[in-house]
């Protein structure tokens, strides 16, 4: 459970009723706008992203968008994927380790899914999600510089490591594309390039100054 969150009261019966999954868990909403998905979903398949309680719950199948979860806000995990894929990666820090573990799952072979009648009430965390290109995809913006530098490294390693050198080409070009256009900022191109070529050389060691 994510500090922030907090269940609604039948939140956890209602994940518990899912017998047939590892990993899966709730719909994170925003507390003050219960209509709103804190983390937006991307609907596997496919480049459609649902910002909505209602999109989410209309595209879920008897009441579960099967292949996706939002760890690790309320997710319940078996002890038998644990035993297998082992426990999240402490150098990611504060980004992209709940993404790069359901990635792994993925890749174990996990059975996942979001549970659309689990809710959990989550803080909003910024503007994940946001437009760009013509709203053909969406960058993940955080107003923080250390959550922006520690997902430009982690989304390299992540997809580096699960999906390949064109997904990393395609991350970095949005991430230009970005602050050069949609919102521009040389400030956070020069961040991004130094989160960026941390990924690449694999080094965990650089938001420590953002802690000092």
């Known amino acids: 459970m994510d500090d922030d969150g907090l269940p609604e009261p039948d939140c956890l019966a209602t994940l518990l009723a899912e017998d047939d999954v590892d990993f899966w868990g709730p719909l994170v909403v925003d507390r003050d706008a219960p209509d709103e998905l804190v983390f937006p979903i991307r609907l596997p398949g496919g480049a459609r992203t649902v910002h909505r309680t209602a999109q989410a719950e209309a595209a879920a199948r008897n009441g579960r968008i099967e292949e996706i979860v939002i760890p690790f806000n309320g997710v319940l995990v078996t002890r038998q994927l644990v035993e297998r894929i082992g426990l999240p ?60 530098y520690c997902m430009a490294r982690n989304n390299v390693v992540n997809l580096r490591e699960h999906r390949g050198w064109l ?45 000092r």
């Not at 890749?107 to 009430?121: E, L, M, P, S, Y």
């Open 89 to 148: 990666r402490s150098e990611f820090f504060i980004w992209g380790d709940d993404h790069e573990y359901r990635l792994r799952a993925e890749a174990a072979g996990a059975r996942i899914a979001t549970v659309t009648a689990a809710v959990v009430r989550h803080p909003s965390v910024g503007e994940l999600g946001t437009p760009m290109m013509f709203g053909r995809t969406t960058y993940n913006h955080s107003p923080s510089d250390l959550k922006h």
């Open 167 to 211: 997904f990393v080409i395609a991350f970095i070009v949005k991430t230009v594309w970005f602050y050069a256009f949609t919102r521009p900022s040389l400030r956070r191109l020069r961040l991004s390039a130094a989160g960026i070529t941390a990924g690449l050389r694999d080094d965990f060691t650089g938001h420590g100054r953002f802690l």
